[in-house]
């Protein structure tokens, strides 16, 4: 189905072969390569999306713990090896970054911002080798055991755990610090709300969405999510359709003209598929 967009939009494995074939659908693997979910549509795949955590915890590859940092960046550098030999018509991978700091009961989390270039250019190499893409996806902001009804200006952000790549300047920067050919960004505007969601001002928090669009021609991969900006629903990443949401208009409506891929990261059932796809058609 043709909406206007440069390139085949893309929608979750899980959406099943039927729905995709007949809405002219692309597919984005998801971390987990599961045979029976991604054998049947891997012609589909154009795109896939890297682990960012397992039975283990979050995956840590800026950690300033080798060990732990070198068992997970080969965790990704496998996954890429394994979406290659899965998926004939793979273009990009993506991956999130890496935890600043992560609390667990019994353990903590630390990264450095050198470690996670490193890291990056590390799996650029791998990706690199078979030709493909490698997009670096903004993360999102945490608001564990926050009440809605507490203002975001009551919030003490360092009793929360933390990722790279949350503010829009940190997230560009990372791709500029690793420099390499083939390391673009990738956008997810429900994470974006997420962290736009620590100013109390509506206005300010408009103006931080915009701000992940100044990324530019590096901006290459778009998780197309809608969230709720105007009230502190939107602290949680809700993966939204599109036009359900109450982000910016004209930020919907740039995405929707961008140079990049864009995904559809969510599926709830065909009707609203077809509501969002016909919101997208009208932007």
């Known amino acids: 189905m043709d909406v206007g967009t440069r390139y085949s939009l893309s929608i979750s494995a899980k959406a099943g072969r039927e729905v995709l074939d007949r809405f002219g659908l692309k597919v984005e693997a998801p971390t987990r390569l599961d045979a029976e979910a991604v054998d049947p549509v891997a012609d589909l795949v154009v795109t896939a999306h890297a682990p ?16 732990i940092r070198e ?16 998926f004939p018509n793979l273009r990009k991978v993506n991956m999130h970054c890496s935890p600043k700091r992560w609390v667990y009961e019994d353990q903590v989390l630390v990264g450095e911002y050198g470690r996670l270039i490193d890291a990056v250019r590390r799996l650029a190499r791998v990706a690199s080798s078979h030709g493909l893409e490698l997009v670096v996806e903004n993360n999102r902001a945490y608001w564990e055991g926050v009440s809605e009804d507490v203002s975001a200006d009551q919030v003490d952000r360092s009793e929360q755990n933390e990722y790279f790549g949350v503010m829009p300047e940190e997230w560009r920067q990372i791709q500029q610090d690793v420099d390499r050919s083939n390391v673009f960004l990738c956008l997810d505007p429900s994470h974006a709300c997420t962290y736009a969601q620590i100013s109390a001002d509506l206005d300010k928090r408009r103006e931080v969405m915009m701000a992940y669009l100044k990324a530019g ?25 599109i036009g359900t949401d109450s982000l910016p208009v004209e930020f919907h409506r740039a995405i929707k003209g961008w140079d990049a891929t864009l995904l559809l990261e969510h599926f709830y059932s065909v009707e609203a598929l077809e509501a969002e796809l016909a919101y997208i058609e009208a932007l």
């Open 52 to 67: 960012y955590s397992d039975s283990g915890g979050r995956l840590s590859i800026a950690d300033v713990d080798d060990g």
């Open 71 to 86: 068992a997970d960046i080969e965790k990704i550098a496998a996954y890429i090896e394994a979406a290659v030999e899965r």
């Open 217 to 241: 021609d590096t901006l290459r991969h778009v998780h197309w999510n809608g969230n709720d900006l105007e009230t502190n629903v939107g602290r949680q990443d809700t993966h939204m359709c």
